[in-house]
């Protein structure tokens, strides 16, 4: 069965070619996959692999830097770098703290 | 690894359908083409992808194809080819 991200020869809309400045948050995640790779933790290859085991949906839905932080979310979590529990309790204390800078904003 | 195929040769990519990771474009599956040239030898990208260290080295080649034989529709020119770069175990001699 061919693969959901195989998609070469398939029919296809227009080629967005407008360049876009990258967002903090994906310079970070482009680092932190280099700094993955070079202490020998996560590969390309295995971050490429855990992209496609995304599902089709997922891979449709998701931006470039969303697939590669969700792969790596994944494999990580599978070679015990971390737990469900952690990623989810960080993950959480991530949005609160966003979501106060944002009321700071606010009230400024 | 020794090489198998030589630059000149004519080869078949296999036409298989394995689950998993794969690097070999669906596309180009049962199509053939001709060696361009050695890449050089590479650990499998198929193994690394499971955190396996891929070894030993696999052969990489670069094949050209004709357009008009990967597109049964194809539109531009005869001359026109399409290089893609294979391991060796995805290949088999004509």
Redesign the interface.
């Known amino acids: 069965m061919r693969g959901t991200h195989d998609l070469g020869g398939q029919p296809a809309g227009p080629i967005d070619r407008c360049e876009h400045d990258y967002e903090p948050w994906e310079k970070r995640i482009d680092a932190m996959m280099v700094l993955l790779g070079e202490k020998g933790v996560l590969s390309v290859d295995e971050r490429r692999r855990g992209i496609e085991a995304l599902g089709a949906e997922a891979y449709a839905r998701l931006s470039y830097y969303e697939k590669w932080i969700a792969s790596a979310a994944n494999l990580l979590i599978e070679k015990g770098v971390f737990t469900v529990d952690e990623l989810g309790r960080k993950m959480a204390e991530v949005e609160a703290r966003a979501a106060a800078e944002r009321a700071e904003g606010n009230r400024s | 690894m020794t090489a198998r195929f030589a630059v000149g040769d004519r080869v078949t990519v296999r036409r298989a ?1 394995p ?4 690097r070999t ?4 599956r049962g199509k053939t083409g001709v060696v361009e040239r050695h890449c050089g030898a590479f650990p499998n ?1 198929e193994e ?4 396996r260290d ?1 070894l030993p080295a696999t052969p990489l080649y670069r094949v050209r194809f004709r357009q008009r034989e990967v ?1 049964p529709d194809y539109a531009g020119q005869e001359a026109d080819t399409v290089d893609i770069e294979i391991y060796e175990h995805w290949l088999e001699p004509v």
Do not use: E, K, R
């Open positions: 359908d689950p998993g990771h794969v474009p669906y596309y180009i990208p690394l992808a499971y955190g891929g597109w």
